[in-house]
């Protein structure tokens, strides 16, 4: 028996189990129909194929339910195991191939046991209710293999920042959020309204770096770096509040390429960030607030 983490169950549910709730106590019906507590019932899974729903099987050391007894556990295409406690779980079959006509493999018995995927290569015992589901794959992937967090892409927001910390060279991602603002003339990004984008309260260091990156330019749904050129320039505004007696320049200049800022505050220290676009994209101010 093996175990994966629970976040792995996102995957097994996308390729073809059936929805039940393991551990859970079935009774007869008033329909007549026979099934029996304490068991363990087969879920090989279902498919489309033309429009059309197909079962998968299991061929040996299990009973198919009936449509009856299937609805009485709320598990449509479900077998009722016939072996005993440490046997061998049966190979379930299936004719279900991927867009490129490879076929699906099958992975093993999967259930939940306290909160963790659980796979099954043998006849648990029969202390409670227990449902298997079919794991298929198209890829032959195997349960258990190590997923090294380098290959997994990361996400990203559509309207965010990368800071590049001048202490590492590392940079760092920053989501940013939309909201309104009542600034008529302001770009709106898309949203079909003036908007800007801001952040609560990030740490900056001197010589820090940052770039802005956000969709909607230009009718763009992908994030990309702000400003754009536009009529063969791109302008970076640092604002000003009279009424807050403080000036974005005091701890932010324009770099050299005129697409970025860096840091100069004298000390580090924590801000928030209001960042507007003007003339399509090509324009963005941005307005920084110290914390006290």
């Not at 899974?45 to 556990?73: Q, R």
């Not at 279900?96 to 076929?103: A, E, L």
């Not at 298929?136 to 590049?164: F, N, T």
């Not at 309204?193 to 820090?208: C, I, M, S, T």
Request: charged share 25%; hydrophobic share 35%.
């Amino acid at each position: 028996m093996k175990k994966i983490l629970a976040l792995a169950l996102t995957s097994v549910l996308l390729i073809g189990g059936a929805g039940a709730t393991a551990g859970v106590s079935v009774a007869d019906t008033s329909q007549g129909a026979s099934v029996k507590t304490n068991s363990v019932y087969l879920v090989p899974g279902t498919y489309m194929s033309a429009g059309e729903k197909v079962e998968n099987t299991v061929t040996e050391g299990a009973k198919k339910l009936n449509d009856d007894e299937c609805l009485a556990i709320f598990t449509e295409n479900a077998y009722l195991c016939t072996l005993a406690e440490g046997e061998s779980l049966p190979l379930p079959s299936s004719d279900r191939k991927d867009k490129d006509g490879n076929d699906y493999s099958f992975n093993g018995w999967w259930t939940i046991v306290d909160a963790t995927v659980t796979y099954f290569d043998k006849m648990p015992d029969l202390s409670e209710t227990t449902f298997l589901y079919a794991d298929w794959r198209a890829d032959l992937s195997q349960r258990g293999d190590p997923i090294d967090p380098g290959d997994v892409p990361e996400v990203l927001s559509k309207h965010y920042m990368s800071i590049k910390r001048a202490s590492t060279g590392e940079s760092e991602i920053v989501t940013l959020t939309v909201a309104g603002t009542d600034v008529p003339n302001a770009y709106d990004l898309g949203y079909g309204a003036p908007v800007q984008l801001y952040n609560d309260w990030f740490e900056l260091n001197p010589g820090d770096e940052i770039t802005v990156f956000t969709a909607g330019i230009e009718g763009s749904d992908k994030p990309e770096q702000a400003p754009v050129v536009i009529n063969g320039k791109s302008t970076i505004t640092l604002e000003t509040s009279a009424e807050e007696n403080n000036s974005t320049s005091d701890y932010l200049e324009k770099a050299a390429s005129e697409d970025k800022v860096i840091c100069t505050a004298q000390k580090s220290a924590h801000y928030k960030i209001y960042i507007k676009f003007y003339d399509a994209g090509g324009t963005m101010t941005i307005y920084m607030q110290p914390k006290d």
